[in-house]
């Protein structure tokens, strides 16, 4: 029997499980992968019209992990012409470069065609289809059945043996749900469309530095500068157009740092400490706290006498890991910082302490699915933002505009604290953010504050919710404590009404809440790998159990 793998969706998780999987069987089998975009293999965060072309991803080359080219490698290879069109100047090409999200894209489609070549040379039946969505899935005993809907509406099945459900961010295809009122950023061709006036934004960090983007090159051009670097010029006719940037705190985020790839190995507050503490079967998050401060005293005694690190309980840290730059001017404060990082990059010099807490992030991860409901909500209130700052750094270039954004005039940032409403239902469109004992009326108003946890409610597949398969993870949690849909380590739903390995869910708004940080190129890969390891041994096993089998293809 020829196993069958279906995979719904084709983005980077998809391609990187793909690649893993063929590294590690030889057997044939059937291969089908569904998108619904007209192309397959480039991923919403990187694909043209969903994003602009001035739009930069916050990941560097050396931290991609390979598929069969390196991203280095990719690049060096092409054309002149082709680097030019994606707005790359060959001489500028690094493996610590960060490059447009287009360029990404591109990268991740060739490696995909790349892959099904080699699927293909492996004896693997290829069937790709776009321009079709997966409406539904049913899991029978033997088989899980795809409903699928064509371009034409017209609607077809077919059963696998295994699916693998990677369907990336849930965002709504036209953003824009009420006038004026914009649900995400995203796709940024729908923001061309917002004319030049006050538009508030939601939001201080990637998503909506994208969006600040997007609207900067609509209402006129970043240019080169020989003071500063990049200069903001507005088109003539724009002199309404402003943005106003807001968040709890009202900062903007730092510009990415000087750090050692691969990671050099933690002392302290290591994964087996973590698995220690699990372990133990008792409360997490103190003890887990513990371990970072020794990690962090030991790695910056310094910093750690500078903010009284050890005297200081959790919710006191988090606190002062913010404080100062809560109190300075953002846009004061983002320059300084820049300044910083381009020397530490210039000399390859590593801050302690930002190191030692971006390589702890991925190890305090472990402990989130075993922290009960009120040790999660002083996690990810207090906890998770601290790391989130560290690691999600952005490019200096991204830096530099939204310094020249506020030279202009056309930039500021709010701290609206946390007790905030926004009014999306005026008349006249838009929003009014009441904040801190002041009003503020936006024509325009865009949601940038990124994917947040879905609930099981919100699961694209009905049918495998009736059936008891998906559910939530916290059965009566709001909305905001979400920890998303119950599943397994190696990414099975939790249910004994389907068989083992017959359903993965990779589907990432679904996996926040036990795995928060999972919102990356580097996620995609490290959960394609587990869920590649399983996938082999469930393709050896299905040809093992096969009594017309070839004994001899199973011990090969």
């Known amino acids: 029997m020829t196993s069958s793998i279906a995979f719904v969706g084709a983005g980077p998780t998809t391609i990187y499980t793909l690649h893993a999987l063929l590294s590690q069987t030889s057997q044939p089998f059937e291969l089908a992968i569904y998108e619904e975009q007209p192309t397959a293999g480039r991923g919403t965060p990187y694909r043209p019209g969903w994003n602009d072309p001035a739009m930069l991803s916050n990941i560097a080359s050396i931290e991609i992990p390979p598929l069969e080219q390196t991203l280095l490698e990719w690049l060096q290879a092409q054309t002149t012409s082709r680097l030019a069109a ?55 005993p033997n088989a899980m059945v795809l409903m699928i809907r064509s371009r034409s509406g017209a609607m077809s099945q077919r059963r696998f043996d295994h699916v693998v459900l990677a369907t990336g961010h849930q965002w709504p295809e036209d953003p824009q749900v009420r006038p004026g009122y914009f649900l995400s950023p995203w796709p940024a061709s729908a923001l061309a469309q917002i004319p030049p006036c006050r538009v508030g934004v939601r939001g201080t960090s990637l998503s909506a530095i994208d969006a600040g983007v997007a609207l900067a090159v609509t209402h006129g051009e970043f240019v080169e500068d020989a003071v500063s670097g990049v200069a903001y010029e507005p088109a003539p006719g724009t002199e309404a157009f402003h943005m106003t940037m807001m968040s709890r705190k009202g900062l903007l985020p730092e510009a990415d740092f000087f750090a050692p790839l691969p990671y050099e190995p933690l002392k302290i507050c290591t994964p087996e400490a973590m698995e220690t503490l699990i372990a133990a079967d008792g409360l997490l998050l103190e003890p887990a706290y513990a371990l970072f401060k020794q990690e962090l005293i030991a790695a910056d005694p310094d910093y750690a006498a500078e903010t009284g690190l050890a005297d200081l309980d959790l919710e006191e840290y988090c606190e002062r890991y913010f404080a100062n730059r809560a109190n300075a001017d953002p846009f004061e404060w983002a320059q300084e910082n820049l300044a910083e990082a381009e020397r530490n990059y210039e000399t390859e010099h590593t801050v302690p302490w930002r190191y030692a807490i971006l390589r702890m992030h991925e190890v305090l991860a472990l402990i989130v699915p075993h922290l009960d409901a009120e040790e999660y909500r002083r996690f990810s ?41 926004i009014d999306s239902h005026r008349a006249e469109g838009g929003a009014v953010v009441e904040a801190m004992g002041e009003s503020h009326a936006f024509p325009a108003f865009i949601e940038a504050t990124g994917q947040r946890p879905l609930q099981a409610k919100a699961f694209p597949f009905p049918s495998l919710l009736s059936q008891g398969i998906v559910r939530d993870a916290q059965p009566g949690a709001a909305p905001a404590a979400s920890r998303g849909i119950a599943i397994d380590d190696q990414f099975h739903p939790i249910s004994d009404d ?40 469930a393709i050896g096993g299905d040809v093992a159990n096969d009594p017309d089998g070839d004994e001899s293809a199973v011990a090969a």
């Open 498 to 537: 389907i068989p083992e390995n017959q359903l993965f869910c990779l589907s990432l708004p679904f996996l926040l809440g036990r795995h928060p940080f999972i919102q990356g190129i580097t996620s995609s890969h490290e959960m394609g790998l587990v869920v590649a390891e399983q996938l082999a041994a």
């Open 86 to 140: 994606l707005g790359i100047d060959p001489a500028e090409i690094g493996e610590r470069t960060f490059y447009p999200r287009l360029a990404l894209g591109e990268f991740f489609y060739d490696q995909f065609q790349a892959l099904l070549d080699r699927a293909r040379a492996q004896g693997v039946a290829v069937d790709v289809r776009t321009r079709c969505r997966v409406v539904d899935a049913v899991s029978e």
């Open 381 to 421: 209130k207090h906890f998770k933002p601290l790391f989130v700052d560290d690691y999600a750094t952005v490019p200096h270039e991204s830096i530099r505009r939204m310094l020249a954004l506020h030279c202009a005039g056309k930039l500021d940032v709010l701290a609206i604290g946390d007790d905030y409403r």
